[in-house]
């Protein structure tokens, strides 16, 4: 009998190690950290977002229109919340990357009809560094989304695979995540409109 203990113990250990036991839960981690990462950059941006429209409305006040949707678009990517819970929820998921997008869109927009408009502008010291940091910005962005994206995929692989699907299922409940898709019409250039038509 102590004999067979002795056998079955480790036996059981091994099974529920190769069930994904602590696999699943490094790898939701791994998630959450991605998430986190990307939203220190969407924060990053939003912070220079209001920066620039700033900047731009001391150097150019007749734009306060499109100042005010790029603040307006700002303040919905602000305002949409996405949790770790709600990972697992394709229209939470959807809503945050469309309010994200909003603020994406508005931006190149302002930089647009900034430089065609008032090339004067380019000139600013200022002006030009903020550009360049809200595209590096946008960069950091991409790659965040892709890192998400990567862990996402990597956690729903492991939690529909032998063996780890039974200790996900069993023990977690596991769920698959949503990945980030690109928002609905963002393979379409934003539309320059400045209005000139009498």
Do not use: H
Request: charged content about 20%.
């Amino acid at each position: 009998m102590r004999m067979l203990r002795r056998l079955i113990v480790p036996l059981v250990a091994l099974a529920l190690a190769g069930c994904g036991l602590n696999s699943v839960p490094t790898a939701e981690e791994q998630v959450n950290a991605a998430w986190g990462n990307l939203q220190s950059e969407y924060q990053r941006r939003n912070d220079l977002v209001g920066n620039l429209v700033e900047t731009v409305k001391a150097a150019a006040g007749s734009e306060e229109r499109i100042l005010t949707q790029v603040t307006e678009a700002r303040s919905r990517a602000t305002s949409v919340n996405l949790t770790p819970e709600q990972l697992s929820d394709p229209q939470a998921v959807q809503r945050y990357n469309e309010a994200q997008a909003g603020l994406t869109n508005a931006r190149s927009l302002l930089g647009t009809v900034i430089m065609e408009r008032y090339p004067q502008l380019q000139s600013q010291g200022r002006f030009a560094d903020m550009m360049v940091q809200l595209e590096g910005t946008e960069n950091s962005i991409l790659v965040a989304r892709r890192d998400y994206n990567e862990a996402v995929r990597q956690y729903n692989t492991r939690i529909r695979t032998f063996p780890d699907a039974i200790g996900a299922k069993i023990f977690y409940g596991a769920e698959p995540k949503v990945p980030f898709e690109a928002a609905a019409g963002s393979q379409n250039a934003p539309k320059v409109d400045f209005n000139t038509a009498a």
